[in-house]
T-cell receptor, first 120, second 110 residues
C-alpha cells in the first residue's frame, strides 16, 4: 500500500532555532497534504492544509509565520517551525490522501509515522 | 464547529470484548473512521463506515452507527494485549479533512 514518510522521526533543538520536518509520499502523488499536531495524551489537531503549487491553508489560531509550509512537489511537503520555543514541543503528523476514487468509499488517508519535536 | 467526543479510558481483560464509544455533532458527516495509534507511532486506519450504513463488520471489528443519535461505536471481539493502544474516531464530510475525537486509551490486562 501507499506509504508516507516523515523525516526526522525525532528532533531536539534549542529554543530560538528553526526546525524543518519533511513529509513525503513514497509511491503516489499528493497534491494535498495535511499537517496535524498532537499534544501529549491529546487528540490530533489539524494545523494546515498544504497545497502543491499554492499557499497553504491554515486553521484558525495557527500562526502561518511561525509554521511555514512549503509543498515543493507532488511528493514533498515541508513544515518549518521557526524560532522554536518549548511550547512548540509536540508530535507532528502529516497525512496525504490518495487521488479521489470517485466511488463510494472515502479517499484513503495515509499518515506518516510522526515527528517528535522537543525544544529545550 | 464540528465536535467529536470519546471517553478517555477503557480497561478490559484479555479475551473479553471491548466497546469504544464516540459521539459527534456534525450531521453532514459523510464518513466516520476508527484509527489506532500505538505508543510513539502514527495512525493506522482500522475501519470506516459510510454514513448511510448502520453496521460494518471486519474480522474482529464491528462498527455500529446510530445516525439519529450521532453515536458511533467500535467493538473489538476477543481483545488481545496487542490491541492496547489509543483509538481515535474521526469524521469527514465528503472530503479529506478529518476531525478527530480525543482518543480512548484501551488497556488490555492479561
Amino acid at each position: 500500500g501507499a506509504v508516507v514518510s516523515q523525516h526526522p522521526s525525532r528532533v531536539i533543538c534549542k529554543s530560538g532555532t528553526s526546525v524543518k520536518i519533511e513529509c513525503r509520499s513514497l509511491d503516489f502523488q499528493a497534491t494535498t497534504m495535511f499537517w496535524y499536531r498532537q499534544f501529549p495524551k491529546q487528540s490530533l489537531m489539524l494545523m494546515a492544509t498544504s497545497n502543491e503549487g499554492s499557499k497553504a491553508t491554515y486553521e484558525q489560531g495557527v500562526e502561518k509565520d511561525k509554521f511555514l509550509i512549503n509543498h515543493a512537489s507532488l511528493t514533498l511537503s515541508t513544515l518549518t517551525v521557526t524560532s522554536a520555543h518549548p511550547e512548540d514541543s509536540s508530535f507532528y503528523i502529516c497525512s496525504a490522501p490518495e487521488e479521489p476514487s470517485g466511488g463510494e468509499r472515502p479517499d484513503t488517508q495515509y499518515f506518516g509515522p510522526g515527528t517528535r519535536l522537543t525544544v529545550l | 464547529g464540528e465536535d467529536v467526543e470519546q471517553s478517555l479510558f477503557l480497561s478490559v481483560r484479555e479475551g473479553d470484548s471491548s466497546v469504544i464509544n464516540c459521539t459527534y455533532t456534525d450531521s453532514s458527516s459523510t464518513y466516520l473512521y476508527w484509527y489506532k495509534q500505538e505508543p510513539g507511532a502514527g495512525l493506522q486506519l482500522l475501519t470506516y463506515i459510510f454514513s448511510n450504513m448502520d453496521m460494518k463488520q471486519d474480522q474482529r471489528l464491528t462498527v455500529l452507527l446510530n445516525k439519529k443519535d450521532k453515536h458511533l461505536s467500535l467493538r473489538i471481539a476477543d481483545t488481545q494485549t496487542g490491541d492496547s493502544a489509543i483509538y481515535f474516531c474521526a469524521e469527514s464530510y465528503a472530503g479529506n479533512m478529518l476531525t478527530f475525537g480525543g482518543g480512548t486509551r484501551l488497556m488490555v490486562k492479561p
